[in-house]
């Protein structure tokens, strides 16, 4: 029961998506609940600050090795064999397993030899003695990599078949461990938190493993570099590993600002940042995730319609969900940050709240480029991603400054930013900070329209986004109307949330969220959208008899061809 329940093949985009979904929330719920304990234990601190400083260096092995290197192309490649030779697909896994080991290892060796040269360079800012301990927990976190990086390479085995609870449990297990590190370990302070970090890494590593292995996978120690997939995967990789080197040194480039400006500014940034990721991490992602083999197999079959059906209705369902969450998040920005983190400091609670609210501004962006990228590595192309990345990168680092010269300026660009989010109580050295969002939103918006501006010169087939700008357009006009009823509904609960106790803020979330969500749904309907009754039809027909004989049908039948061909290869 709980191995047919694991192995459990999604054959449409839509519901892997929700299933998805479903588990992320679960994952983001656990890693809000780390992030509630941090605060609570730690605040906007010190302690806090070397915690995030210390994933630097391991999320940059792991990002360029393993998410630049292999994962982006792994797919299309594992596709395109499966459905010609299962054998050799099997082959060419494990030579990518095999690289994957020896390269995160390898680097993770040599950084921690480097750590102490690199790392304060990074956090220049800090402190000594906050460098020597960030040093110290990054050494530690270097393991974490090394799991994800296996952890990888199963968990695209398992998207290729669509087994898709393997890997939304991954996420899960993974924030499990961190938290057993914080409730456990806290007497080891920040290493116990490291040592979480460890532990819920080979977590993800362990459930995606045991999946890739029911798939029909079979470890062989195979080295051979000179196979024409993975010679195909490393060309295919340089414009990619070079687009996530941008986005890693954008980020750490970030952190490096952020630590030359106030204590708890990384904190900050990342608080906020941890938000606004909820719905993209939920909704963009989920889809992104389960579209990206069902692209890379409509590319291999040279099936132009279904690419191009699958692609755009992804997009229509991504838009539906995350602009009106986009407009609730930047409304109720404050009271959304009281509710998923407990009551700070108040300038620290508003100042979370006004970054939360500028990166909410670019999350349509953030998500559609997701969904776009994905097009994009199924067609083998990772130039053009590369290429919006860098002007992404590129803008944030430059608007960052420009940001920070203009908030220490105090003219009418910071006066007018006071007045919007209204900040008139928060001293200027803790305002600055909101730099980093606001230049990070352009970067992120840059990206996306990039992209579109590329897309129909990249793809192999001719295109059009006749019906996806018509139906975008009534999501956005859906959208906006929402924003006079929350307002008017945050101006009638103003007796209750004055109080500023917990179940206040729930209460006046909840009201001012339904007034919108109703509005939404009735302008949608108004406007004939397809949107809802696609959505509706979707939750009903999720686990009905025909989908499920359909993924029999179009899945790949790795139960028994599979296991028969990973104990040949």
Same mark, same amino acid.
Request: aromatic share 16%.
């Given at each position: ?15 892997? &998506? ?31 600050? #070397? ?12 990002? %360029? ?47 921690? #030899? ?63 461990? %961190? ?82 400006? &106030? ?72 009271? #959304? ?15 979370? &709240? ?216």
């Amino acid at each position: 029961m709980i191995q047919r329940i694991l192995g459990a093949q999604f054959a449409r985009v839509a519901s892997a &998506a929700f299933l998805i979904g479903g588990f992320s929330v679960l994952s983001r719920l656990l890693g809000l609940a780390r992030n509630r304990i941090f605060t609570e234990e730690f605040g906007a601190s010190q302690t806090l600050d #070397v915690y995030y400083a210390a994933f630097l260096i391991p999320d940059f092995i792991y990002n %360029i090795l393993v998410i630049g290197l292999l994962s982006a192309v792994f797919i299309p490649i594992f596709s395109e064999y499966f459905h010609k030779d299962q054998k050799e697909a099997w082959h060419f896994a494990n030579i990518s397993l095999n690289t994957v080991i020896i390269l995160v290892a390898g680097f993770s060796l040599v950084l921690y #030899v480097l750590m102490p040269w690199i790392l304060p360079v990074l956090v220049s800012g800090f402190s000594e003695e906050m460098k020597s301990e960030a040093v110290k927990v990054s050494r530690l976190m270097l393991l974490s990599p090394v799991f994800l990086g296996m952890s990888s390479i199963f968990g695209s085995i398992i998207q290729n078949f669509r087994k898709y609870v393997y890997y939304s449990l991954a996420p899960i297990f993974y924030n499990i461990g %961190i938290i057993f590190g914080v409730i456990f370990l806290s007497f080891w302070g920040v290493y116990g938190l490291a040592i979480g970090v460890v532990l819920g890494a080979f977590l993800h590593f362990s459930i995606q493993m045991i999946g890739a292995f029911s798939s029909g996978f079979r470890y062989r120690m195979i080295f051979d570099w000179k196979h024409l997939g993975f010679l195909k995967m490393g060309r295919l990789s340089v414009a990619r590993f070079f687009s996530i080197a941008f986005s890693q040194v954008n980020a750490i480039i970030i952190t490096a600002i952020a630590s030359l400006l &106030a204590v708890g500014s990384i904190s900050i940034f990342n608080l906020a940042n941890d938000i606004q990721y909820l719905p993209i991490g939920v909704i963009a992602l989920s889809y992104a995730i389960s579209i990206f083999p069902v692209l890379s197999s409509a590319v291999a079959k040279n099936d132009k319609d279904n690419f191009f059906d699958e692609l755009f209705l992804s997009v229509r369902q991504v838009l539906f969900f995350v602009l009106p969450m986009s407009i609730i998040l930047i409304l109720m920005s404050r009271e #959304v940050v009281v509710l998923l983190y407990g009551f700070f400091d108040t300038n620290d609670t508003l100042i979370i &709240a006004a970054a939360l609210a500028i990166f909410s501004v670019s999350i349509f962006a953030q998500s559609a480029w997701r969904i776009l990228s994905r097009a994009y590595y199924a067609v083998q192309n990772t130039m053009i991603p590369f290429f919006s990345s860098a002007i992404s990168v590129i803008a944030t680092v430059t608007f960052s400054f420009v940001f920070i010269y203009l908030f220490n300026a105090k003219g009418y660009f910071y006066d007018s930013v006071i007045w919007l989010l209204g900040l008139e109580s928060v001293p200027t050295y803790m305002v600055v900070v909101l730099s980093l969002p606001m230049a990070f939103s352009i970067g992120e918006i840059l990206n996306f329209i990039v992209l579109i501006l590329m897309f129909r010169k990249s793809m192999p087939w001719s295109v059009s986004f006749g019906g996806v700008l018509a139906e975008g357009s009534k999501i956005v006009a859906a959208s906006l109307s929402i924003i006079p009823f929350v307002l008017v509904s945050k101006w009638m609960l103003k007796p209750i949330l004055i109080h500023d106790s917990y179940m206040s803020i729930v209460m006046g979330f909840s009201v001012a969220s339904l007034v919108g969500a109703v509005v939404y749904c009735f302008v949608l309907w108004f406007f004939k959208s397809d949107e809802l009754n696609i959505f509706l039809n979707m939750i009903f027909s999720m686990f009905k008899k025909s989908e499920r004989k359909k993924a029999k049908e179009e899945l790949p039948k790795n139960i028994e061809e599979g296991l028969i061909s990973g104990k040949e290869s």
